[in-house]
């Protein structure tokens, strides 16, 4: 579908490229974050936007009211939203731990249950698929990841818990998540990461996911999930995560 | 030496805001800030701060502040008063306003914020540690130190430099009130998604706030309002921002506010303009509301409107002298031949 041009307010647009969730049309999403971000460095009319905020099928464009032409900066965007469909992956490859100890997943059972398959097959499935951040949203740093495989699609859950522990790996229809905090919250929670997803200290980059960036889990016990989170608490690079990184 | 205020009881409702910090809303990052920016700006232009120094905002009741560390020279903006308990033990006043000087060791207990929203501005502004740019308070981040989680009695609140050491005191001859009537929003982003009755409905009628609230958004309540289908009362999460007007299944209006969310999965009806955002922020239980759609040129017309509106309003802040103050400008300028020191506020020098 051609770009829509939606206004949000008066400080706002949203370029949308489709309506629901799919690969090729976050693919233009982030195609069109990328040729903004490289736009805004010196085209004077770019120059009143304050954030660019990528989504599964759409891209928000805040802009502060006070300075520019808010409908020329539309025209604008709009005329990169069609300059191109292609985009080359930029994000980041991670390959981050989740631990499936029975205190971290209490809703398991019931998704092996619900799709008749064992527990190895849930937790086989899970880490033999690659997510791809689409945004991050909900909390600070919380990351929507499409890429669940069909056969692990569950519903959330028909009341939302109080309380979801932090760092906790979650999934809901085809979609996996990592709540940063604790929170109320219903999707289905599988394992919990050792990793902290937002770090405020980190002021140029405090959330560690950013939408584009690709995650495949990888299984620690108990003892290791333990072990990781003590060494990042002593200050381990996020980069240590990385693909290709020593985990 | 710079100021300091201590939080002795830290109240309900009290946050320390400032413009916010937009660039972060990628990382999921709300841009926070304070509810009223024209309210806030009052309480700061009274004290001649720059227009970002961080204030309190104060949304409820019971916040006492001692001055730890003095003078601190101080602003209130809004339905409110305080009261200052004197090192001597002996109480006075403090109105809206006015600036006043505080000594050290005076006791400031506000009041209530009488409509919702109200501010406490201190000269040079609060010099708490930024973070991501900027001093507003955003809890569900854990950003560090007091603007990472509410008050505690004894949180520490640095004040900037006070550049101002004129004995005369400040005050504006009427106080700045936000524009009335209905509150003016832009159609969209998904306007699409409820059938032309719905949205006729939607300006018709009169919605009242509930106590569903906080920063973060507030719920309304009326006669429900349809969308085209059943599934077209949720969408794949988009952007939103302050003022975004979401319509869920039930038909009930959500309005997010400074600390909201970056994304949504609500449709999105309409979204408040930005010269009548500050209007949200006194929708207490109960109190009615109305929408009117303006275009985008109309919203573009009322920023500047307002803005005029306030330069006007800050075109009538004047300078006086406190009772018992000795004007040693007025003293050398009499030649001292009255040998009497007037306390009545009359210096109107800008």
């Known amino acids: ?247 | 030496m710079n100021g300091q205020l201590d939080i002795v009881q830290p109240g309900i409702g009290t946050t320390v805001q400032d413009a916010g910090r937009a660039g972060h809303r990628h990382h999921g990052l709300p841009v926070s800030g304070w509810l009223d920016a024209p309210l806030a700006q009052a309480a700061n232009a009274l004290l001649g701060n720059a227009g970002g120094a961080a204030v309190l905002e104060l949304r409820g009741m019971g916040t006492v502040l001692r001055v730890a560390r003095g003078p601190v020279r101080v602003a209130l903006a809004g339905r409110i008063a305080a009261t200052v308990l004197r090192g001597d033990g002996s109480r006075a006043p403090l109105p809206a306003w006015q600036t006043t000087t505080l000594r050290e060791g005076d006791t400031l207990q506000p009041g209530p914020a009488e409509d919702g929203c109200a501010y406490l501005a201190v000269s040079g502004g609060l010099a708490l540690p930024p973070a991501f740019g900027s001093r507003s308070s955003y809890w569900r981040a854990g950003l560090s130190g007091v603007l990472g989680r509410a008050f505690v009695p004894g949180d520490r609140l640095p004040c900037g430099t006070r550049t101002d050491t004129d004995p005369r005191e400040w005050r504006c001859r009427a106080p700045w009130a936000a524009d009335e009537g209905p509150v003016r929003v832009m159609l969209g982003p998904q306007d699409d998604h409820f059938p032309a009755p719905a949205l006729a409905a939607f300006f018709a009628q009169t919605w009242l706030a509930t106590p569903a609230q906080d920063r973060m958004g507030l719920r309304l309540q009326g006669e429900p309002i349809a969308h085209t289908s059943a599934s077209a009362a949720d969408i794949v999460s988009d952007g939103v921002t302050p003022g975004v007007i979401q319509v869920p299944a039930n038909g009930q209006p959500i309005v997010l506010l400074a600390d909201g969310q970056t994304v949504g999965g609500y449709p999105k009806i309409a979204t408040v303009i930005t010269a009548d955002l500050p209007r949200l922020a006194y929708l207490r239980p109960g109190t009615p509301v109305r929408f009117q759609a303006v275009t985008a040129a109309e919203a573009h017309a009322a920023l500047h409107a307002q803005r005029t509106r306030w330069q006007g309003w800050l075109a009538g802040r004047e300078a006086f002298l406190p009772p018992g103050t000795v004007d040693e400008t007025a003293l050398y300028g009499a030649n001292l031949i009255s040998g009497m020191l007037s306390t009545h506020p009359e210096d109107d020098r800008p």
């Open chain 1, 1 to 247: 579908m051609n770009p829509r041009l939606l206004p949000l307010g008066d400080s706002a647009w949203t370029v949308e490229f489709g309506h629901a969730i799919d690969a090729a049309a976050n693919a233009r999403v982030m195609g069109l974050a990328g040729r903004i971000a490289a736009a805004r460095k010196d085209d004077p009319l770019m120059a009143a936007i304050t954030d660019i905020v990528p989504t599964f099928r759409s891209l928000t464009v805040h802009f502060d009211p006070w300075s520019g032409d808010a409908a020329a900066l539309g025209r604008g965007l709009q005329a990169l939203a069609m300059e191109g469909s292609e985009v080359t992956a930029t994000g980041r490859q991670w390959q981050l731990p989740v631990c499936f100890d029975d205190d971290f997943a209490p809703d398991l059972a019931r998704v092996c249950e619900l799709k008749q398959l064992t527990r190895t097959a849930v937790i086989d499935l899970l880490l033999g698929a690659t997510f791809r951040v689409y945004m991050l949203g909900f909390q600070p740093g919380f990351p929507y990841m499409g890429g669940l495989p069909a056969s692990l699609n569950v519903p959330r859950l028909a009341s939302p818990r109080q309380k979801v522990p932090a760092q906790s790996v979650a999934i809901a229809l085809d979609m996996c998540a990592v709540y940063p905090w604790e929170s109320p919250g219903g999707w289905n929670l599988l394992g919990r990461t050792p990793v902290v997803l937002f770090d405020p200290r980190q002021d140029e980059q405090p959330a560690m996911l950013a939408a584009g960036d690709e995650v495949r889990w990888v299984a620690v016990d108990r003892a290791e999930h333990d072990r990781l989170a003590a060494e990042i608490a002593r200050g381990l690079p996020r980069s240590h995560f990385l693909d290709g990184g020593a985990l």
